[in-house]
């Protein structure tokens, strides 16, 4: 791991400052960036300073004069309304590749600001990069094991999310009694499972007691800078509300978010919570 | 096509009737045996006997006494309760056979009725055996064209489609923006639809007016006796409503049932229904 000073960029919820928390675990005493309107969190157990979405010299400016060498993008960041962001002068002379930025979607967005950042000579990292134990693990991360069935489904599972990987679909599936029965698009891992719960509950997908697993991986060649799969205390409540068995995820490559309170939660609805592939 | 004499094995819905038309107007009168209890259309137009579930040797009896050669089962059949099937002498004397057609899933049920028929004697047929004129043509069905942008999404779409073939999942999807953003599960092909829907509703799923394809296509290597991909009028409603631009099948591969009325639909609708692969 890189010794650089190490800044986070600060978007919506807690996971910013988990990460934080483990980097200063880790011996890495992060300085943090929340952003002005989108984060969310308490950050006064760290050396912070809130950041204006738009203000990209100041940004460039304040890593500059920390000597940051690295920097993490960590929780959600809603696509700003372009017309809305007050640029500065650093933004200003910039322009065009703003502009160019929001042409894309809303990863070509991300990676067009990493690429950014990378030009003023800081290397944007991933979370797993800062804090790799929370990255899934190789076997079970709680109390509850797979059987060999369960990691049978989960092999179903990988291998079809590696077939789709090319079509840049989702990242999750659910396998039940031997196949896909749902895939996620656009609409989320959440909302996959509640459609395997709907299935279950009105007899479309008939099995004996709980049954089924929900498999996550990241694309392959996927910037995990960019999208980094993830699942916490929610997707153990939607995989227990789907009836299913647990959970299988690509080892070293999914973030666990909130870590404890998500294999307590497993724990407690008896679903594994299992790193493979 | 052969000649020999055709009988129709009738389900619910008017898919049948429609079949049975379709073989008299290519001069091959067929016999039809709606099940009973099952069966739902109007078959006083065509020679029929009614036939119980669980008869299987009255039904033997009736392919045998007039000749049958081939038979198609259309329409949708419930998985009967083998408690409740009332057995004849010809199915007793079959027992071993019948419990090991309920031992497995629905495919596997319609596999082995088809083995169990086919030792009879009798070959079994699909729809578009029997009515070929009904499969997605090669180009455009309907007045509405496809231009070369829903092509490529067409194109995109029977890629994914093929790539997740071994996998046993569903048969269509919805290709927008250049990727797949619904993939069908064992919800179904409505389901999946309504959920664009709702995704277009909700903002989730961003697009200027109308776009996107539904792509439909059997399964590599799919016995299509047994599950044959359909579109329907409440497919081109749904396509309507989920804001899409057409309906891209697999040319000769796809059934389109009422004809007349799903193709009025979608050029009511602005919709192209387009054969292709």
């Known amino acids: 791991m890189s010794s650089a000073p190490l800044a986070i960029l600060c978007g919506a919820g807690d996971l910013p400052l988990e990460i934080a928390r483990a980097a200063r675990l880790d011996g890495r005493e992060p300085f943090l960036i929340p952003v002005f309107g989108v984060a969310t969190a308490d950050f006064s157990a760290f050396a912070h300073e809130a950041w204006r979405l738009g203000a990209i010299g100041a940004l460039f400016a304040t890593l500059r004069a920390r000597g940051i060498g690295e920097i993490a993008l960590i929780g959600a960041m809603n696509r700003p309304d372009w017309r809305e962001l007050r640029l500065d002068w650093g933004a200003i002379k910039r322009a065009d590749d703003i502009a160019k ?22 290397s944007v990292v991933g979370a797993l990069d800062v804090a790799p134990n929370l990255a899934a693990p190789s076997g ?3 109390r509850v094991k797979p059987d060999a069935e369960d990691e ?4 179903i599972g990988f291998a079809f999310l590696e077939a789709i990987s090319p079509f840049d679909v989702g990242q999750s599936c659910v396998v039940l009694g031997g196949r896909v029965v749902a895939v996620e698009g656009v609409e989320g891992t959440d909302a996959m499972l509640g459609r395997v719960a709907d299935m279950r509950g009105s007899g479309r997908l008939r099995a004996k007691g709980d049954a089924g697993v929900f ?4 694309k392959r060649g996927q910037d995990t ?3 980094l799969p993830t699942i916490g205390p929610k997707t153990v409540a939607a995989a227990k509300a789907a009836g299913l068995r ?3 995820l690509a080892a070293g490559q999914v973030l666990i ?10 724990d407690a609805a008896g679903l594994f919570v299992f790193g493979a592939r």
Chains 1, 2 share one sequence.
Do not use: N, Q, W, Y
């Open 257 to 266: 978010a909130d870590r404890s309170l998500t294999l307590a939660a497993a």
């Open 152 to 155: 049978a489904a989960a092999k």
């Open 225 to 227: 800078r960019v999208d």
């Open 246 to 248: 647990g959970l299988a």
């Open 140 to 142: 079970a991360a709680g």
């Open 101 to 122: 930025l929001f042409s894309g979607g809303d990863d070509a967005l991300l990676v067009g600001v990493i690429a950014m950042i990378e030009r003023e000579g800081v």
């Open 215 to 218: 498999v996550k991986a990241p």
